[in-house]
């Protein structure tokens, strides 16, 4: 945890809307007029996707699962380095790991690949990571710790299968039976590396659909914000001013003490209500550190 350099994580599983709601973030970071460094999660893999699909076939020969979610097939170490790197110096260095051909084309590179490691701008205001593993802890390593602020995309698992399986199917060029099977192959991985983390979390942000999604493999398009509730649960925060929030956002309610829920149309607001006071805190707390005194005004 760093005052001099704030750490905040979106982390969700794949598909759970991680790149989504980085827009939203990021227009925070616009609005508070602050810089923010970011890494995406994807890059801390250890194989492009020709090498991956090699080392599927590898560990189905040998009766075992590999799948983007565990250890085997991302370096932990590497991105809780990272981590540390820029909680004490602000410095790290960052890839991207190329989905589409629209991402790959600019680097004159095919999709399923990264690109070389770069160096983190120089005097950012924060690091912002986007993926999988933001509140990762193993045996071996601990992510989680160095985090300001984590937050979890949490879909119910229906909605999470038919935002992944409709978006890889259309944006990235997979079959809808390869998509399946990824699910399947992850399953372990979920629960060991991905699950544990939405109970790390500061907020979870779950989004839940109001219409059918029994058959997610049969699901034609992804429910609308408005078909939808998203489910917000902080946790360890003492002063969220629920009072203002439930002005706020019409058609919101408080479910449990430690719970908003609001329609789904309003998940842009209501993060943009919730997340911008805890930057703007995690800000004053930089300034304290770098100057010992506030800006007028605060
Ligand atoms: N709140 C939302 N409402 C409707 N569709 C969403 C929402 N969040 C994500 N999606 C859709 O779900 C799919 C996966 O979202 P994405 O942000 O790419 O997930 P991730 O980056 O976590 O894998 C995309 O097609 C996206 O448009
Ligand atoms: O698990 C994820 C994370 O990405 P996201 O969170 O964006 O779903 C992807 O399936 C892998 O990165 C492989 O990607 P690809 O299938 O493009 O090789």
Avoid: C
Avoid at 78 to 105: C, I, M, N, P, W
Avoid at 174 to 193: C, K, L, Q, T, W
């Amino acid at each position: 945890m760093s005052a001099k350099h704030p750490i905040i994580a979106v982390t969700g599983s794949s598909g759970a809307g991680t790149s989504t709601t980085t827009k939203a973030l990021r227009h925070i970071f616009r609005n508070l007029d602050l810089s923010a460094a970011s890494i995406e999660g994807d890059s801390y893999h250890r194989f492009t996707r020709p090498e991956m699909e090699v080392e599927i076939r590898k560990a189905q020969e040998q009766g075992k699962h590999i799948s983007y979610f565990g250890k085997e097939a991302n370096d932990f170490a590497l991105l809780e380095e990272t981590f540390k790197s820029y909680h004490e110096t602000g410095q790290g260095k960052f890839r991207r790991y190329l989905h589409t051909f629209d991402q790959a084309v600019p680097y004159n590179q095919m999709p399923g690949t990264f690109t070389p490691w770069q160096d983190l701008p120089d005097d950012t205001d924060l690091l912002y990571y986007e993926g999988l593993h933001g509140g990762v802890v193993t045996d071996e390593n601990d992510v989680a710790k160095y985090v300001d602020l984590l937050i979890g995309l949490v879909p119910i698992v229906n909605l999470e299968w038919i935002q992944k399986i409709i978006r890889d199917t259309s944006d990235r060029g997979h079959s809808r039976e390869a998509v399946m099977s990824s699910i399947i192959r992850s399953m372990d991985d979920y629960f060991n590396y991905i699950t544990p983390q939405f109970s790390r979390t500061h907020i979870n942000f779950q989004r839940v659909p109001t219409v059918d999604t029994s058959n997610p493999i049969s699901a034609k398009d992804i429910p609308t914000a408005d078909e939808s509730f998203v489910v917000i649960r902080f946790r360890g925060m003492k002063d969220v001013n629920f009072p203002f929030l439930l002005r706020m956002i019409d058609g919101s309610f408080m479910s449990r003490i430690n719970t908003l829920v609001v329609p789904g149309g309003k998940m842009g607001f209501a993060m943009e209500l919730i997340v911008t006071p805890l930057i703007e805190k995690l800000m004053e707390k930089k300034q304290l550190h770098l100057t010992g005194s506030l800006p007028l005004g605060l």
